[in-house]
């Protein structure tokens, strides 16, 4: 899942679609690349994308789905698929929240927090576009038109948030909507093996564990390549009549 509250979209529309309809939703959701609830929508987490409504341009993908050709039909099931997911005018009825990853689509647009700079990166290649605000274009933060300056940028620091773009008639893009990048949660690492496996979940299983020191010789011996193990299979009665020294 990329954000909060996020679904897989084909279980959504099995718990809420006939089962008829189940077959052409899913050949037009595969054309359109959607795995996801949240790749139907802008960042905005709210507003189902005009590209998805009409049921064209699907973006490309760093997910690899089938080749389809949906039917008519499929493309009214679509737009009833929609509906039924969100609302009459393609508005979630509860908005996604948070990121928690990278989206799931190849180019990816991020922008800095004052919106004057705006970076389309190629996930598969690496490459980078870099937008910036026209200067002959009168405009507001939310409507500045953006153009392709024919340089690329590094992902560094400065570029804090995720950005929707819509195409413009007049050429460039504009942002429709942004979302905060994902925050990195910081876990202390275990500072040896015991602490490791003091993390480990069913600590049942290591009750009855004799370990010399912290255990770290048996990672240095498994890198190493001369870690021995043996053992002599005998039973342990007060632990468990039915399991040998060797499962404990």
């Known amino acids: 899942m990329t954000r909060e509250r996020d679904k897989v979209f084909m279980e959504l529309v099995v718990r809420k679609m006939d089962r008829s309809d189940w077959v052409g939703v899913n050949r037009m959701r595969k054309k ?6 949240s790749q139907l929508s802008y960042c905005d987490g709210l507003t189902v994308k005009d590209t998805v409504i009409q049921g064209r341009d699907a973006e490309p993908s760093t997910i690899e789905f089938s080749y389809e050709e949906p039917t008519s039909s499929d493309r009214r099931l679509w737009q ?9 005018n393609y508005r979630f009825q509860i908005p996604l929240g948070y990121s928690t990853r990278l989206p799931y689509d190849r180019f990816v647009w991020f922008t800095t927090v004052d919106r004057q700079r705006l970076l389309r990166v190629d996930q598969e290649s690496m490459m980078s576009a870099l937008y910036l605000p026209s200067a002959s274009h009168r405009s507001t933060r939310q409507s500045a038109l953006y153009h ?11 570029y804090t948030q995720f950005a ?14 942004t979302l905060d990048l994902p925050v ?23 009750q009855h564990m004799d370990l010399d020191g912290d255990g770290n010789w048996i990672i240095d011996a ?5 870690l021995a193990v043996a053992h002599d299979g005998s ?6 009549m039915s399991v040998c020294s060797a499962g404990l």
């Open 32 to 37: 359109m690349k959607v795995y996801l609830f």
């Open 80 to 88: 009833k698929a929609l509906r039924t997911l969100t609302s009459v």
């Open 148 to 158: 392709d300056t024919g340089r690329s940028d590094s992902l560094s620091c400065m």
């Open 164 to 177: 929707s773009v819509q195409a413009s008639s007049s050429g460039g893009v504009t942002i429709h909507s």
């Open 184 to 206: 990195e949660k910081t876990v202390d690492k275990p500072r040896c093996l015991l602490d490791a496996i003091r993390c480990l979940p069913n600590q049942s299983l290591w």
């Open 222 to 226: 498994l890198l190493g390549g001369t």
């Open 235 to 240: 039973f342990k009665e007060h632990a468990d």
